[in-house]
């Protein structure tokens, strides 16, 4: 049943690319077998395609016997290919075969969430201008380089790095001099990044009316990241001209990864986090039974009602017990409906229910979580995701569970 409905996704890549209609070298199955090596190992694509060619174990896993190695390449595509949805389907069918067997109990559950990074690097105005002017003067010089169109401007990518260092290197000096050079530097690396950004948008104007499909193809990508380019210049530039304070929802964070926020949760060491937060729900088994990915950063308060809907559309019944951190606490009426749905609402709404006997026990059951999240993020990566936009954020989220739950009921059944 899992692998009818990954090949769902991965069929494309399977089909016979001949007029005779040869069969395809790799499987569903193989490519989807080789992405969980690459998941559960923490190997990017390349150093996946070597290990599973290096190791026999991991050739009779992949079912790979008899073939040649899966190129890093095809890889890539299979990954990109199983939508987030798919994922979260195969962990849920999982999950009820376990329930089913046995082996996994959905009486008795604990949640939590946690931050996922996206891989970008500190976010400042004068980093995300420059981040937009690199680009631009790249794309714009490969463009140019085909010798259709010209372009009038000049880049100077050089002279924006140096005025970045500057920026960043002395942007906190307590000197009023240098603090006027910080200012005039930062209103230059804004003006011009704004010059580049209007030379991109007619360049692509003129290629567009020039009908040369090659140039428009290669300039596709580079059109969709401008939108963003505008925004970060927009928003540099009436915080160092106008002197404007913006809510976070309307802050570019990064250039490459634009859907991702800015989390506070006040942990010690990284009170600010770059991502996404991930909601995870667990048995006693330690078996994830549920995860949900948001793309718009909630209230942990707001989540407890979500986690028992999603339970019950999954799994048909709600559970006798629920334990969570004081942060899922809802407000009083939604708390009291839902202490009526439940055997034991573990979840304390101020610091004296820490004193109650059966709450204590339930906190000290839910404190298991934490170690589950600190094993996703070492083992299988999930304390910062590499892979490119919101789509393959959730896919390796997804993935990851899906790895962490068969590493569970592997032992499950071995022990």
Known sequence: MILDRVHRDL???????????????????????????????????????VRIAESETLQNFCRLIKKPTIDFTLLNKAFCAIEPATLELINQMLGLQAVEDGVVTIEHLRTDTTVTESNIHWPTDSSLLW???????????????????????????KKIKNLDFFIARYAG?????????????????????????????????????S????????????????????QAASVARRRAFHKENFPNDEKVFSIFEPHAELIMRGRRGKPIEFGHKVLLTQSREKFITDYLVLEENRSDSQLLQTTLERHVDKYGRMPETIAGDMGFCPDEDE?????????????PRRTRDFGDKMMAIWQQWRAGIEGTIS?????????????????????????????HNLTVLAKLESG
Do not use: W
């Not at 094993?375 to 790895?403: E, P, Q, W």
């Open 173 to 209: 000096s307590s000197t009023r001099s240098r603090k006027r050079q910080v200012v005039r530097a930062a209103k230059t690396i804004i003006e011009r990044t704004e010059k580049a950004i209007e030379a991109a948008e007619d360049f692509i104007q003129r290629a567009k009316a």
């Open 131 to 157: 981040d937009a002017y690199r680009v631009i003067a790249r794309e714009i010089t490969r463009a140019r380089a085909l010798g259709r169109i010209p372009c009038v401007m000049r880049f100077h990518p």
């Open 211 to 230: 009908g040369d499909l090659e140039l428009i193809a290669s300039l596709e990508r580079f059109e969709s990241l401008l939108p963003v380019m505008r």
């Open 335 to 347: 708390y009291e409906e839902i202490k009526e749905q439940l055997e034991f609402l573990g979840v």
């Open 11 to 49: 069929g494309k890549l399977c089909k016979a690319t001949t007029k005779r209609g040869r069969k395809p070298i790799f499987t569903s199955e193989n490519l989807f077998r080789a992405i969980l090596v690459m998941q559960r190992e923490g190997l990017d694509y390349r150093e996946a395609s």
């Open 375 to 403: 094993y996703l993020k070492r083992a299988f990566r999930l304390a910062r995701c590499c892979f490119r936009g919101f789509k393959n954020f959730a896919s390796a989220v997804g993935s990851a569970v899906f790895c």
